[in-house]
């Protein structure tokens, strides 16, 4: 295993909760951040460069009630600047219900006609 070129600070605690998004971030460079979402909804954490003019192609998504860790790349090695996080709302945390009998209404028929 690769050793870590510089030391890693202690995490930025984010709460997220009653659809008070923090809305943007920013967080040291060396310091992990742990986004908790304290509620039954859901947010979607979009990344950042650090001159704030282009997202990642990723988005992750912070469901109900759930914990994630964003760990800042331990090979940069100067350590130096902000990272920039976005939080907005995410989709719905239930799916929608089916209607019964016929759901997407056509008919399968299965045999013989």
């Keep these: 295993m690769a050793k870590r070129k510089r030391s890693i600070e202690e995490p930025e605690f984010i709460p997220v909760s009653q659809g008070d998004a923090p809305g943007e ?3 040291d460079a060396n310091q992990p951040a742990i986004f908790a979402n304290q509620d ?3 947010y979607l954490i979009e990344f950042w460069d650090r001159d704030k003019k282009a997202r990642a192609d990723v988005t992750i998504l912070l469901g109900p009630f759930a914990t994630i860790t964003v760990y800042p790349d331990p090979n940069n090695r ?3 600047g902000t990272l920039h996080y976005e939080i907005l709302d995410g989709p719905p945390s239930e799916p929608k219900k089916r209607k019964k009998d016929g759901a997407g209404g056509h008919v399968i028929v299965i045999g013989n006609s």
Excluded: F
Aim: hydrophobic letters at 20%.
């Design 78 to 80: 100067s350590g130096k």
């Design 40 to 42: 039954n909804r859901s």
């Design 25 to 27: 971030v920013d967080i």
